[in-house]
């Protein structure tokens, strides 16, 4: 029997232990526990915005007013980005709807901020020290223009009250989403071919139906396995049509909206303005890019829906000329036809990937190659199973950020996979980052293309945690909208390595490792479906563009007929551009980026070929492209990581394969 630890001896392990455990380098989310508490944080927010302001209009512009400009822009997201982010994930619809209320409050303050002429001309007067204080007054003087700082006054006054208008419905757009709780009933029977964890706790109707969300855990199980094509269609109808008739019109306005913006400044419309500060430049550019992915995938795609007719037709045993492919069936018959030609079956790979270890995993994927360590401490903030990590640099083992997750899907949580960076680090004044990670994740475990999502998203999170830039304002995530995505997107294809996944053993022995053969097979299938995938996101990005050039935008109507252009057509009454959030918001006119930034990240991998977890090139990678933020720009980055100019060499070779 073991001995009884007395109460001091307890007391003094537990001092040990608080002692050893790291703590949280910055200040830690606000608790938010009730609406007083966000209307009480936004209105002394706001008071103490205003009087900054106040200051750095009446501030002397020496060689420290750039300084004192990013002070600003630090209170700002000391006291702004809180309240933006928890308007999307906490359980309570009432303090919710009270951020959402604030977070407008605060876009009002914003627009007026960017059209502040005393700071836009104390701007173009300081003093610039260095190339990064250059980069600084010209990305930040790109903003007041964009915001309107330099319109005559009559435009001015329009353009901040679009600007605020924009705002309001992008939020109400994705409120709409959010708080929809839509429910989909099935019988047993029709989920034949699910498995029963992810429908056995679910709720039932008065008739004994099974009712299902369509959040990723439901919706991907049932689109992939459901034998029943009638329950695969009223699951997809009901994901397709989220947001309804409502988010149609709202999008409509904010299309409309963009467009006159635009128009302020000269533009005939909307993506010119928008790209004209990115890497891409016009939307000509963009437009002849996403032209020369689909001649890369137009063959493939329909090829590929050949193939996945011909096997509809021997599963339903009907002849293949009487057989077509709905949208419905493109997921359940890619499924099968991996399953066939490859053996790898995605449901499959979950009892190797718990949730919570998969995301230990993850982090300690970024620990090999990166040089930091992860470490959760016990923390509360806004849900119970929301987690607190500190980052802290293993060379020195000083704490640097922090990251908070939330794992786990529920009513009112944003449904989809995002970051959200809520502190810039500024290494002037020793400010440390955080960042949010948000999923929804089955709680039976992660497929391995789960497992990419998971460190698709992380990356946003690292770009984050691993700034080290002068500035708030420049650091992280802060760089263009077209270059964003692309440290992110290089990690996905990290869950296909061997080596990368056998570092699950050293976070949880008790997980089985992968087989080596699961592996295989799961490369072998990876290329299998490009052309669809492709094809899709082609259409995303040239329908965003297409919507955003159009002087009089009518969502419905150009999306079915660009979706109706594709071989699988568009399905009449359906209405996917209500639940398009990412075109409504920050995105708009500038979807094309994934597939821009998938071609800078496919280039970045090159660099880690020979070894995807080289600790000397993610250190090189730490301190020449995530470190920086948008210090330099992208293209710059770039060339000081591969010692080289970027190009697309990797991306359309991946294509061909």
Not at 186 to 210: C, H, N, Y
Not at 346 to 358: I, L, T, V
Not at 390 to 401: C, E, F, L, T
């Amino acid at each position: 029997m073991k001995p009884v630890l007395t109460t001091l001896a307890a007391l003094a392990l537990a001092a040990v232990a608080a002692q050893a455990a790291p703590q949280l380098p910055a200040s830690n989310f606000p608790a938010f526990g009730s609406v007083a508490d966000v209307n009480q944080a936004c209105d002394g927010g706001l008071a103490g915005a205003r009087k900054r302001v106040q200051a750095l209009e009446q501030r002397k512009v020496d060689a420290g007013w750039l300084a004192a400009f990013d002070d600003l822009a630090v209170y700002l997201e000391d006291h702004q980005n809180p309240t933006d982010f928890v308007l999307n994930v906490h359980p309570d619809k009432a303090v919710r709807d009270a951020a959402q209320a604030c977070s407008l409050r605060w876009a009002d303050f914003g627009s007026s901020l960017g059209q502040n002429e005393k700071i836009y001309r104390a701007l173009q007067k300081a003093p610039q020290a260095d190339g990064i204080d250059a980069e600084f007054v010209r990305l930040a003087s790109g903003q007041f223009e964009d915001s309107g700082v330099a319109l005559p006054k009559a435009k001015r006054q329009r353009a901040k009250q679009i600007l605020d208008k924009l705002t309001e419905l992008d939020q109400q757009f994705n409120k709409n989403i959010r708080d929809a709780g839509t429910r989909v009933a099935f019988t047993e029977a029709e989920l034949k071919g699910v498995p029963a964890s992810v429908w056995d706790k679910a709720r039932r109707d008065d008739q004994g139906r099974i009712l299902l969300g369509v959040d990723y855990p439901s919706y991907v199980p049932v689109m992939r396995l459901a034998e029943s094509g009638v329950a695969r269609e009223r699951m997809w109808r009901a994901k397709t049509d989220e947001g309804g008739q409502a988010n149609l019109d709202l999008l409509a306005r904010i299309a409309t909206l963009r467009g006159e913006y635009a128009r302020l400044f000269g533009f005939d419309n909307y993506v010119d303005f928008n790209l004209r500060r990115r890497m891409a430049k016009d939307g000509a550019t963009a437009t002849r890019f996403l032209d020369s992915v689909a001649g890369a995938v137009n063959a493939r795609e329909k090829a590929e829906l050949q193939e996945l007719r011909a096997d509809k037709a021997a599963h339903l045993g009907q002849a293949l000329e009487q057989t077509r492919i709905e949208r419905w069936d493109a997921t359940f018959y890619g499924e099968r036809v991996k399953r066939e030609k490859f053996s790898v079956d995605q449901n499959a790979f979950r009892p190797y990937f718990p949730p919570q270890q998969s995301l230990e995993f993850a982090l300690h994927v970024i620990e090999k190659t990166m040089g930091v360590k992860y470490e959760r401490i016990a923390n509360k903030l806004w849900h119970d199973e929301a987690q607190t990590y500190v980052v802290s640099d293993a060379a020195s083992g000083k704490p640097i950020a922090q990251l908070y997750v939330d794992l786990y899907p529920r009513d009112g949580k944003y449904n989809h996979a995002a970051v959200w960076p809520l502190r810039g680090s500024a290494t002037r004044i020793a400010r440390t980052p955080a960042a949010a990670l948000v999923v929804n994740f089955d709680r039976n475990g992660l497929t391995l293309d789960e497992v990419e999502t998971l460190l698709h998203e992380l990356g946003h999170s690292v770009h984050a945690d691993l700034s080290r830039t002068r500035y708030a304002s420049l650091a992280g995530t802060a760089v263009v909208h077209d270059f964003v995505e692309a440290p992110s997107q290089m990690l996905e294809d990290w869950v296909y390595d061997k080596q990368v996944l056998k570092l699950m053993q050293e976070v949880c022995a008790a997980c089985k490792p992968v087989p080596d053969a699961m592996v295989d097979q799961a490369v072998a299938a990876k290329a299998y479906g490009k052309g669809m995938q492709f094809g899709r996101q082609h259409l995303y990005a040239s329908y965003d563009l297409a919507l955003h050039q159009s002087p009089k935008p009518a969502p419905l109507p150009l999306w079915a007929r660009m979706e109706g252009a594709t071989p699988l057509g568009y399905v009449p009454g359906t209405m996917f551009p209500a639940g398009f959030a990412h075109i409504a918001g920050g995105y708009g006119a500038g979807y094309y980026g994934y597939l821009w930034s998938l071609v800078v990240a496919m280039d970045l991998r090159t660099a880690f070929a020979a070894d995807k977890l080289s600790p000397e090139v993610g250190q090189r990678y730490r301190e020449r492209v995530l470190s920086q933020g948008a210090q330099k720009p992208a293209a710059e980055l770039v060339r000081d990581f591969l010692g080289r100019d970027g190009n697309s060499q990797a991306f359309f070779d991946d294509l061909k394969k």
